[in-house]
């Protein structure tokens, strides 16, 4: 069933009773041509592979319920304002399919253009930001400079007198950025595909891989082996479990958690997506009228899906430094992600590490803005065995080469990036 204005005219007609389940619940075949282990990026990766490669054989396991990994546990923040070309190129592109991903998926996932300002505190800081916006341009990616009055109005909150504990200089916006909403993204991407024959198997987690010699052939999951041409692995930050159970113990990743938090709902305080320079924190305001944020990851390699005080403490402390009237708004809740942090900061979409293999990885801070092009970029590695023109820079080898993409350029440090 298509959504559109006459589908709920009429099921608001009948009480609601016609509404066919959004996807499937299908139990496992005993085989597939591909199979996508994780339910946020391999969710649109079987979708583009269905859509644009024609291939329909295809199951998504998720060792949980969708959304329970990263893609639901993020602060929903789309951009394209990075340094290097590499990177700009590539989420710019993804923007673009931000765009027009409503449509595309009969599905509204809620995506706002409504900016997003990196806010500069020192001129050295400012100059970099003219810096970056420079290259944006030239690659035709749209940016402008900001003064402190300018920003003002945007975030009347925001204290930009000269007293301030860190006075506000100027900033750089990007007016095409904005928010998605993360649980509608999914929920779009399961539908589309299950419409395009994808099996999407929950609650069935990968135990081991299935092998002939070195070449994977298939996965053991806790709902039986499942057999496959080609198996891709796309489990943000638990991928290198994921990889030690295929038989390798050394990637260039380290896992950390990132903390994310939502307020009490406010009336209309942020009219857009904002970075303060002066330490690690971003923040917006959602639909329903809470302040969603986040900074650092903990300092520290965990799987755990929570965090600690020390990082809500300081994240909490240059809010309060950034805007102090919101000095007195109660924390309503907040989640942690596990982060799969790059010797460099950059993703990785590519082949193997062994034959059958294809592995999606490495999003630090990234995952959720890529999703698209992430998956538009891994059908293509998975169908074709090459790498796609965008994502050719993130092959696994750069790190063997010494290419890496550091756009921060802070040096192979994960808990830095």
Known sequence: MRYSAFSLLKNALNGNKDWKPAWRKPDPKPAYDVVIIGGGHGLATAYYLAKEHGMRNIAVVEKGWLGSGNIGRNTTAIRSNYLLSENQHFYEASMKLWETMSHDLNYNVMFSQRGVVNLAHTLPQLDIYARRGNQMRLNGIDCELMNPQQIKKLIPGLDISTNARFPILGGLMQRSAGTARHDAVVWGYARAADQLGVDIIENCEVTSFLKDGDTVTGVMTTRGPINAKKVGCAVAGHTSELMRRAGIDRLPLESHVLQAFVSEALKPV????????????????????????????????????????????????????????????????????????????????????????????????????????????????????????????????????????????????????
């Not at 002066?278 to 969603?292: A, P």
């Not at 965990?302 to 965090?307: D, E, I, P």
């Not at 059958?356 to 590695?381: D, E, H, Q, R, V």
Request: proline residues 7%; aromatic residues 12%; hydrophobic residues 35%.
């Open 270 to 417: 942020v009219d857009t997506v904002a970075t303060f320079g002066g330490g690690h924190l971003y923040f917006s305001q959602s639909d329903k009228g809470g302040l969603v944020f986040g900074g650092d990851i903990d300092g520290y390699n965990s799987y755990a899906q929570r965090g600690n005080l020390p990082v809500v403490e300081d994240v909490m402390s240059e809010f309060v430094a950034l805007i102090p009237a919101l000095a007195r708004v109660k924390l309503l809740r907040s989640w942690g992600g596990i982060m799969d942090m790059t010797m460099d900061g950059s993703p990785i979409i590519t082949t193997g590490p062994l034959p059958g293999m294809y592995l999606n990885t490495g999003w630090c801070y990234g995952g959720f803005k890529a999703t698209p092009i992430s998956g538009k970029c891994f059908a293509w590695t998975i169908a074709k065995d090459e790498p796609h023109p965008l994502s050719a820079p993130f092959t696994l080898d750069r790190f063997y080469r010494g290419y890496v993409i550091d756009d921060k350029g802070q040096g192979p440090t994960p808990s830095l990036h």
